[in-house]
């Protein structure tokens, strides 16, 4: 999923506001007077923006708000690529999105077994796939509409397309299918369509794609096939 988008995306929304939000505090540290503060003079603030000059240094372990403390942590262990800072992180969302953020960085699946929280353990799983175009990360996601999204967008950027049949609703299957033949362009890929209008409307497809009017011939559903001979009939006479 960037995240997976659906009921259960609300959570990431969720947290992904509160590191948002410490972000843009930290973009403007300034003094009770009103004076911008050099950078270590920390000491001299007071409250939220004294934390906020500390999520600026990275100093997470001396801010008071525990939110913005855990938010300041993820981003230290993003940026150090030190996985073990993760443990730090006390909410149990905002850690799991800290393991998945690593474990992406570190490609490194085994960081995803560690996850506890459930989303973000399929959201960890759903971008190794992804990210390596390996389809072995996908049966690990518990989610099943994620897990069928994890197979399709492997076969699609892969051209693999057996990894379709694991998509169980029959429409998404066929769509898949079809957008691997369009992009390899061979129209025998078409017969793993199961609506049989749908193969033909997918073998019509790649005929134009690659002018090869011979094509015509294999497609079955009659109005289908005569508007494909029609189609280069009036290419030949436009030309």
Request: net charge negative.
């Given at each position: 999923k960037s995240c997976f988008c659906s009921g259960r995306g609300m959570r990431a929304?969720?947290?992904?506001a509160v590191l948002l939000l410490g972000v843009i505090l930290t973009s403007c540290t300034t003094s009770p007077t009103g004076?911008?503060?050099?950078?270590?003079?920390?000491?001299?603030?007071?409250?939220?923006?004294?934390?906020?000059?500390?999520f600026e240094a990275k100093q997470c372990s001396k801010m008071e708000n525990a939110r913005f403390r855990d938010s300041c942590v993820v981003e230290l262990a993003k940026a150090t690529g030190n996985y073990s800072?993760?443990?730090?992180?006390?909410?149990?969302?905002?850690?799991?999105y800290c393991q998945e953020q690593l474990a992406i960085q570190l490609h490194n699946q085994s960081i995803c077994e560690e996850i506890m929280n459930r989303?973000?353990?399929?959201?960890?799983q759903y971008h190794l796939a992804v990210q390596s175009n390996d389809e072995a990360f996908c049966p690990r996601i518990k989610d099943e509409e994620q897990r069928e999204?994890?197979?399709?967008?492997?076969?699609?950027?892969?051209?693999?397309?057996?990894?379709?049949?694991?998509?169980e609703d029959s429409v998404a299957r066929d769509r898949c299918v079809f957008k691997i033949a369009l992009d390899t362009e061979e129209?025998?890929?078409?017969?793993?369509?199961?609506?049989?209008?749908?193969?033909?409307?997918?073998r019509f497809k790649i005929t134009k794609v690659t002018g090869n009017k011979a094509l015509c011939d294999t497609i079955k559903t009659r109005i289908i096939r005569?508007?494909?001979?029609?189609?280069?009939?009036?290419?030949?006479?436009?030309?």
């Open positions: 929304i969720m947290v992904a004076a911008v503060v050099a950078s270590g003079d920390c000491t001299q603030l007071e409250d939220a923006a004294r934390d906020n000059c500390y800072i993760c443990s730090i992180v006390q909410v149990a969302d905002t850690k799991g989303y973000w353990a399929d959201n960890c999204m994890c197979f399709k967008d492997v076969a699609v950027a892969g051209q693999k397309v057996e990894l379709c049949t694991f998509i129209v025998v890929t078409c017969d793993r369509i199961g609506d049989g209008i749908g193969r033909d409307a997918c005569e508007d494909c001979r029609t189609f280069f009939k009036s290419g030949v006479e436009e030309s």
